[in-house]
């Protein structure tokens, strides 16, 4: 399977996702604190590897301060037009 052109990572900390994810009345095994925060390490690990041998495919944004998709949307838009 080949790569894709560009890959975009939203990153968010745990203690947000976890704030995001108050509002549901059924939680799945991984949405917890914990978990979240040994995946997160584990995609850091991940993400280092592909930032180094392959430059330029990874865009890692910052979505601790998003309020909705539509925000990151508005984000790929704009720099798709640069």
Known sequence: V???DEIYFLKASPEILMERLAGRKIFEAHE???A???LSLAYEVLLKE???KYPGL???ID???FESLN????HIE???EK
Not at 71 to 74: A, I, K, L, P
């Open 50 to 52: 592909l930032k180094n």
């Open 32 to 34: 917890n604190e914990s």
């Open 58 to 60: 990874l865009n890692i």
């Open 71 to 74: 925000v990151f949307r508005r």
């Open 63 to 65: 979505a601790n301060s």
């Open 2 to 4: 080949e790569l894709p």
């Open 78 to 80: 704009t720099s798709c």
């Open 36 to 38: 979240l925060t040994n």
